[in-house]
T-cell receptor, first 112, second 114 residues
Framework: AQTVTQSQPEMSVQEAETVTLSCTYD???????LFWYKQPPSRQMILVIR??????QNATENRFSVNFQKAAKSFSLKISDSQLGDAAMYFC?????????FGAGTRLTVKP | DTGVSQNPRHKITKRGQNVTFRCDPI?????LYWYRQTLGQGPEFLTY????????KSRLLSDRFSAERPKGSFSTLEIQRTEQGDSAMYLC????????????FGEGSRLTVL
């Protein structure tokens, strides 16, 4: 069963604009972690931002912020002031205990 | 640099051959994970070690796959009698010191089975 769903296979944004990537997940757990990872072409996975489920406040890391809706099991990533270097595959991930489960990814293109 | 080192970075082999990948995790870290990533997909969990003990294995890990972590340090992932469907990126990950649930990934070992 699909645990993490990213419904946008591809997204495009103009440089300096804002884009939001969607993610939903399925769980019966009350405490868990959520993550967004970035994977540039032919390069390694890089952690962008994390959210602990027991924290109500949305996480923010510079230009990256999340909208965490626990009841709706939704965890979207907002990238503000998009830069050319933001172009990559973005993976949403959910971690209850041991293993981390990933969505299929969203390919983000940044247009100059 | 996440501190997780994998080699070889790329392996091309013929169907039926055996291959082995090595992962050197962040030093002195107890946990180590292996994932498989096929083209255009997110990583899929394969197995997980706590020190030298292999605690969890995915159904994806058929009997042709074996992973070890002797002495709780580096880990190896061996695939016997490779098949074309084994072609993928094999990722190793470990949690950073003082982290909050996240994993740091290595650059991966890409396997191409001809």
């Amino acid at each position: 069963a699909q645990t993490v769903t990213q419904s946008q296979p591809e997204m495009s944004v103009q440089e300096a604009e804002t884009v939001t990537l969607s993610c939903t997940y399925d769980t019966s757990e009350s405490d868990y972690y959520l993550f967004w990872y970035k994977q540039p072409p032919s390069r390694q996975m890089i952690l962008v931002i994390r959210q602990e489920a027991y924290k109500q406040q949305n996480a923010t890391e510079n230009r990256f912020s999340v909208n965490f809706q626990k009841a709706a099991k939704s965890f979207s990533l907002k990238i503000s002031d998009s830069q050319l270097g933001d172009a990559a595959m973005y993976f949403c991930a959910y971690r209850p205990f041991n293993d981390m489960r990933f969505g299929a990814g969203t390919r983000l293109t940044v247009k100059p | 640099d996440t501190g997780v080192s994998q080699n070889p970075r790329h392996k091309i082999t013929k169907r039926g051959q055996n291959v082995t990948f090595r992962c050197d995790p962040i030093s002195e870290h107890n946990r180590l994970y292996w994932y498989r990533q096929t083209l255009g997909q997110g990583p899929e969990f394969l197995t997980y070690f706590q020190n030298e003990a292999q605690l969890e294995k995915s159904r994806l890990l058929s009997d042709r796959f074996s992973a070890e972590r002797p002495k709780g340090s580096f880990s190896t992932l061996e695939i016997q009698r490779t098949e074309q469907g084994d072609s993928a990126m094999y990722l190793c990950a470990s949690p950073p010191e003082g982290g909050a649930g996240e994993l740091f990934f290595g650059e991966g070992s890409r396997l191409t089975v001809l």
